[in-house]
């Protein structure tokens, strides 16, 4: 296999673990304010991610390394594009990170309270940045001959990628609530479970309607098998909808990573072999050729990332197995 | 020309404001790890209590080093996406691999050790932290791998405009990362080695958990003397190194302008960089030649020969790097360094002697020169980068040409008073939660000795 190809399916495994991961924990951000009604619940819900959400954003920083070292050029115009997209998605990421550290550090309510709130904006932020920056991917955005970004801050921002943005908050945060359903107890299992099923509906609303935009927005149903993707997750979706009414929370929580997982599979299936439209000019869209490492990078990135994912992976499900329990008020770090 | 400017101010900002947090978290992961199993393989319980005191102030640094270290990897193709291009296939790999080796360990193992107090064995609980301070290292080893490129570029070819990697182990094996990554790894340890002495002084000075800090000071004044003595072993051979590999830095930083042999050291000077001379002087003959060769008899390049050798090779333009800022930087690294080894050194002496504690104004000394190892910090890493000027890739890129095109100057506003409001309020917080922490002291442990209580005593006093 041409390695090309073969990063661009390694960067596709890795914004799944990222978007499987982070997803659920920036759902748990968004959740936050809405399930903890004292301070004591607000710590139950933080300490559910508590072990877990640095390494999960790892991921993201991994994909982002990948990204710089497999294809510069997409490295390059995808972070210089989306500059200001990216500041604010920087700023949340920031303070989100200091949040889940400092909040308990103090007693006072109102430092509590204030960082709980930025818990809240700096996973809602994100969540919806990914999805206006997917959607804008496969639309396809001004990049001229010269693979740079010709367009402004608001020429990312359209109906399309707008519903993209929110339908991703939206999955993330119904992925959250599952979560939650499945690391506390009680009343908070609940009110995780009614909220799951409200926030819900409305998502099965904004991702046919994402997928609908995706039919007349872009072509990656030209792609049959990203169609089936894209169809799958939807099913998926309501499949994991039916599990949560239903109280089979473990299987809601696996339908609900693998519609993740599955969007994730049809929009990257969609863009392939390319890595960013330009809706310029279709020659001017930055392929997994034009954008790529010599071979010789490749070659040794290939080996390194071939020998440590496995590891990452085994050592992080073990501390996700170390942390299996359910977390309730004793016991508690954050 | 505005981008260009305001995007070295965001990239001065952001990567001084990171570094301010780096070294702490280099050294005092370490402390942490080596007081964790000291608790583990004696069972006293003062340093499960050690452990847990500096483990705490541990993450709140070690917190903003992380979520400042994101901006660190994303800066590169928002602000120099022509950087980016062109060395993505050298400069990628490394940071790729930093994420892998290091930041997965790091963050998934901080994560246990922070919450696996109960789940864990003592043995694995203490392994999980020592984990997380070696991944922290490996990580410095990475970036300065890749920064060590920028500086002397090896292991590659240019082909299509862009620099392509032929030789991976020529790139980890730069002799410019064995120089590099010794000081700075040593300078987090100096750096976390005086936090504890500040600290464990200002506890002291109060004689609040008297004994818990002499444990900490004790351990902090062996940990700064051997790792400062080491530091200042280390910057002498990069120096010495530097002397080879970047002639130009070495001269800028010297403030040395005409080849001289032997060369003088400038304690002090006046530089007139528009004529490209020091009207004033206060040298010390030959002490350049030695503490760049060993010897007092060879020569040392001026500035005016190296600028020369540097538009014949690489054509006409400025190749000198700003001499003023430079020439004091070192100064006030190697000051501040120098003062720290006063203070260690007096503060050690009295110790032995069992002296210390009846000398509160040493103790003062110690605590108010807290700032002394991030200004070392800052200032070497203002000469690292500043001496490569007008180059952000030694010989290959210059600064000028990599800077994004389709980034406009108010977005970069924007982001640069964005990033400084956030970093200022950031900074505040953090300031205040160490504070309140170091105050509190040792949560378990009273601040005084328990007195015995008289009979007959009001429950009150």
Known sequence: ?334 | MEELLLSRWQFGITTIYHFLFVPLTLGLSLIVAILETTYVRTGNEMYKQQTKFWGKLFLINFAMGVVTGIVQEFHFGMNWSEYARFMGDIFGAPLALEALTAFYLESVFLGLWIFGWDRLSKRLHAASIWVVALATNLSAFWILTANSFMQSPVGYIINNGRAEMTDFVALITNPYVFNQFPHTVLSGLVTAGFFVLSISAFHLIRKTHVDFFRASFKLGLIWTAVSLFLLMGSGHTQTQFIAKAQPMKLAAAEALWETASPAPFAVAAIIDEQNKTNPVELKIPAMLSILANNNPNTPVKGIKDIEKEYIAKYGPGNYVPAVTPMFWSFRIMVAAGSAMMVLVLVAGFLWWRGQLEAKPWVLKAVLWSLPLPYIANSTGWFVTEGGRQPWIVFGLQKVGEAVSPSVGAISIWISLIGFTLVYALLAIAAVYLVQKLVWQGPVDTPAKANKPVAKGASLWS
């Open chain 1, 1 to 334: 296999m041409e390695l090309s190809i073969l990063w661009f399916i390694l960067l596709t495994v890795l914004f799944i673990g990222f978007f499987f991961l982070e997803g659920f924990d920036y759902g748990v951000g968004i959740l936050l304010p809405f399930l903890g009604k004292n301070d004591t619940e607000r710590r139950v819900v933080i300490n559910t991610i508590g072990p877990v959400w640095d390494g999960n954003e790892v991921w993201m920083i991994t994909a982002g390394g990948a990204m710089f070292a497999a294809f510069p050029h997409l490295y390059a115009t995808l972070f210089s594009g989306f500059y200001l997209a990216l500041f604010l998605m920087l700023m949340a990421l920031i303070v989100r990170g200091v949040a889940f550290e400092f909040r308990s550090k103090d007693e006072n309510p109102a430092w509590r309270g204030t960082w709980d709130w930025l818990i809240f904006v700096g996973s809602a932020i994100p969540a919806l940045l990914w999805g206006v920056a997917v959607t804008n991917l496969i639309q396809g955005v001004p990049i001229n001959a010269k693979m740079q970004y010709v367009g402004t801050f608001f020429d990312l921002l359209s109906p399309y990628t707008l519903v993209g943005g929110i339908a991703f908050l939206l999955v993330f945060t119904f992925h959250g609530a599952l979560y939650l359903t499945l690391k506390t107890e009680g009343e908070l299992m609940e009110r995780a479970r009614s909220a799951a099923v409200k926030v819900g509906v409305l998502t099965a609303v904004f991702c046919l309607v994402l997928v609908g935009l995706t039919y007349t927005h872009t072509d990656l149903f030209a792609s049959t098998g990203a169609g089936i993707a894209l169809w799958g997750a939807v099913a998926l979706f309501v499949g994991s909808y039916g599990c949560v009414y239903g109280r089979q929370y473990g299987f809601g929580f696996i339908l609900s990573s693998l519609t993740v997982a599955l969007t994730t599979i049809a929009f990257f299936w969609g863009l392939f072999p390319r890595l960013m439209v330009s809706s310029i000019n279709p020659a001017w869209s930055l392929t997994i050729t034009n954008a790529a490492s010599s071979s010789y990078t490749l070659s040794i990135m290939t080996m390194a990332a071939l020998a440590l994912v496995p590891l990452v992976l085994v050592y992080q499900g073990w501390v996700y197995w170390i942390f299996r329990k359910r977390v309730n008020a004793k016991n508690l770090e954050y």
